[in-house]
């Protein structure tokens, strides 16, 4: 440990973020966490006298504009860094719950005491054992990962990369076989966590390891966790010899039993991959973002998948089909749905994009339509505020509130439901000539199917403009020390300053 440790001034650049009800039930509020500083702020609105051409959506009649803030209600200083934070509403609360997760395998779940403005502690739990710890490699231990289901049903953490922490909520109007045991506080309520239980990756697939990321699913009946997992590595210098190496698999969570059977698998993936994102319904399914390219996939329906650069074309085999006008990566983006079929990537670069994905009739994705937005700062992580607002934090510049609108302006273009080189289904269908709606030949698939009248997808295009910023001061990337060439009277005659170190610090300013 260090002999020595005075801090000077408190993190001020960003890691996690999270948009919740965690102060009150009637609005919501910004969590955002760096390094062992938690602070939480509140939203509201400020008039601001509109600029000469200005295109801000918000105008009221006296000329003003409403925008909205952030005003720093708490912060608060953890004894520890904080390496993963979500939110949650637990039953029986009118407020939400903060999840985080702390190295190497500790897990804590924490309130808002409203009578002394203070944090309360609701759960604590520590899954450092020394048997799991010999099992896995101890040179590349990776910060716990906390996901929770949509439905809210359990969280799950994943430690050492090599084992899965359940952690199941109580639901409402259900007593669990956990409760018939003696699962209660001291008061006597039933309490809305359960006892947690783990399993070892091992015991689900034999080749599980080496694991990416995970997340849970839309739409399953019970809680699904999808794990993308590579488990022969490889690297680009080695792309002729070993290719496609990543694959994912899909495990349903039984909680009362404690069993997780396989419901999807899928292999072969490119070897890139960097990041898993649940898609809402009622589209559903899992995007997969590599470096190189963007993938759909989806238990149900084929996958589909494009290239973002030249580099995708030689370095995988799976079926990939050119998306035009676009030459980018997606290494160290990050990225949050704004929508059901709308999400907004920030980029390494600061580019921002608006991703629409475009589905069929049978809520499959065959196109995706990229439209650069705008450009900002290098973020760190990104959460969707409400209201048409967004929020993107940085840990290497100032975190920033924009404000996110359509454009007014009509779009003269109409994308087809199918990719351009895709032939459409042949099968008992014909193409009108008029819109893009197919009929059906066969009179009793009309009675089954029902006659589609959507006749094309009109594109949205956004435009974004800053609110609010946080400042940050950072990060340090120098230090050095020595003796001042200069010193006053009254310093050198003090006895308790023996020695006077002045310091220099290079900060990187963005």
Known sequence: MYAIYKQTHPPTGIEHCVCCQFF????NNLVVAGTSQLRIYRF???DEHNAIGSTSTDKITDGSTKRRKLELLSQYSLFGNIECLQAVRLAGNSRDSLLLSFKDAKFAVIDYDPGTHDLKTRSLHFFEDDKIIKSCNQEYFRAPLVRVDPDRRCSAMLIYGTHLVVLPFRQEGVLDENEQEGAFTGSGDRSPLLPSYTINLKDIHDKLCNIIDVQFLYGYYEPTLLLLYEPLQTWPGRL????DTCALVAVSLNLSQRTHPVVWSLNNLPFDCSQVLAVPKPIGGVLVCATNSLLYLNQSVPPYGVSLNSIADHSTD???RAQEGVVITLDGAKATFISSDKLVFS????????V????DGVRSVRNFNF???AASVLTSCVCECGDGYLFLGSRLGNSLLVKYTEKTEELGAELDLFSPGLEP???????LDTDYTYALDDLDELEVYGKEEQSGVKLTLYTFEVCDSLLNIGPCTSVDMGEPAFLSVRSTNCLDCSILIDFCLLIRLK
């Open 24 to 27: 009150s039930s009637v609005e």
């Open 44 to 46: 509201y609105t400020q």
């Open 240 to 243: 002729a010899m070993r290719h």
């Open 318 to 320: 799976f079926p990939l």
């Open 347 to 354: 980029l390494k670069g600061g580019e921002i994009y608006v």
């Open 356 to 359: 629409t994905l475009v589905a």
């Open 371 to 373: 439209d650069k937005a």
């Open 425 to 431: 289904p042949q099968a008992k269908r014909r193409r």
